[in-house]
């Protein structure tokens, strides 16, 4: 698998995330949908075989967490893992919400015998030496589990401007994880200006807006939409899911998105051929990306060749001018110089005459 994984490394480009040298395939995959959080859970030999095909189309970056199940998502990724090869995968789980509950909001601990519990926990839940990127809602002690090598990178999940400042000098921070789908772009005015001022990737979620350019039914009953998705298909022959990814996708080389597949009672079979179909498509749209960039760069390769080109026929130009100027000052001096040496000549023919003369007398 390890020479698999060699010879996809050109499909999916990489991206580095901060700059403590933390390296992703530029799309990752949100497994969070896998054991049922806004639909019913995939049987696990379904999930695996999706991790797996995720990864054989070189996507290296897959992201869980321990609510996720709660607890049973890292459980899942785990097995998938045992079929991979670890040191080619880029594992990103957090912790820190102890409670999630519509009526009482969620609650956060970031003490440190909690981090470090809730680290040791998802290590034996995921069955690994270590983790790559973990995020956490607050700071904790987290500096300490890098130095004894628990984790490789720190991460911020859902974190204000304040909190990312007052981490990133604790330590610093590799990537934060946001929302940041096509119709909620609130994080543009401060998080993603103050990530790209720290060097900290992004790893956006939530890509379709919460499933709002995921499906049909939204477009046949928000006025509006099913006009936009028929002019979107005619245009670039796409669905609102794809182009919202494609968008993403072209947000810059420090953005690693985690797409996640969510579907509400849908039968199996043609929920796997959805996860499955989706993985291909955004490897579509990546390579289009690709193909799109290398188009550009021969674009702008032609481009100075041309400015160069027409530099040396200006500089050709320029001494094909200076040569005839020269030409016109020599043919001035020769003529001068001839001149001059005929007036020599008058003066030897005349210093002659005199010096005969006196010999004669």
């Known amino acids: 698998m390890g020479e698999e994984q060699q010879n996809q490394s050109g499909v999916i480009p990489r991206v580095k995330l901060g700059t403590q040298g933390l390296e992703v395939s530029m799309l990752g995959f949100g497994c969070m949908g896998l054991t049922g959080i806004y639909n019913y859970p995939v049987p696990e030999d379904v999930d695996i075989s999706i991790i797996k095909q995720a990864f054989d189309i070189g996507i290296t970056f897959f992201d869980t967490s321990d609510i996720y199940g709660p607890k049973s998502n890292e459980l899942l990724v785990g097995k998938a893992l045992k079929q991979l090869p670890r040191e080619n995968v880029q594992l990103a789980t957090e912790f820190d919400i102890v409670k999630s509950d519509p009526a009482t909001g969620i609650a956060i601990n970031g003490i ?144 690693a998105p985690i797409p996640e597949g969510k579907r509400r009672n849908t039968r199996l079979a043609v929920r796997e051929k959805l996860y499955k179909s989706s993985i291909l498509k955004a490897k579509e749209i990546l390579q289009f990306k690709m193909m799109k960039t290398g188009l550009a760069n021969k674009i702008e390769e032609k481009g100075v060749m041309v400015e160069s080109l027409m530099a040396t026929e200006r500089d050709a130009a320029e001494s094909v001018a200076s040569l005839e100027r020269l030409k016109m000052r020599r043919k001035k001096l020769t003529k001068k110089l001839k001149r001059k040496i005929k007036d020599f000549q008058k003066l030897q023919a005349l210093e002659a005459e005199l010096t005969l003369e006196m010999s004669s007398t």
Do not use: N
């Open 112 to 255: 440190s015998e909690h981090v470090r519990a809730s680290v040791e926990a998802s290590l034996k839940r995921l069955d690994v030496d270590y983790i790559d990127l973990y995020y956490q809602h607050r700071m904790g002690e987290l500096t300490k589990l890098v130095e004894e090598g628990k984790i490789k990178y720190i991460g911020l999940s859902g974190a204000s401007p304040e909190t990312i400042r007052r981490a990133h000098v604790v330590h610093p921070v590799s990537a934060i994880k946001m929302k940041w789908p096509l119709w909620t772009r609130d994080s543009e005015d401060e998080i993603i200006p103050l990530c790209r001022e720290l060097g900290i990737g992004i790893v956006p979620y939530s890509l379709l807006g919460r499933g709002f350019f995921g499906g049909r039914t939204v477009a046949e009953t928000v006025p509006g939409i099913s006009f936009l998705m028929e002019k979107l298909d005619k245009k670039y022959g796409c669905t609102p899911a794809l182009l919202s990814l494609a968008w993403v996708l072209h947000q810059g080389d420090d953005v």
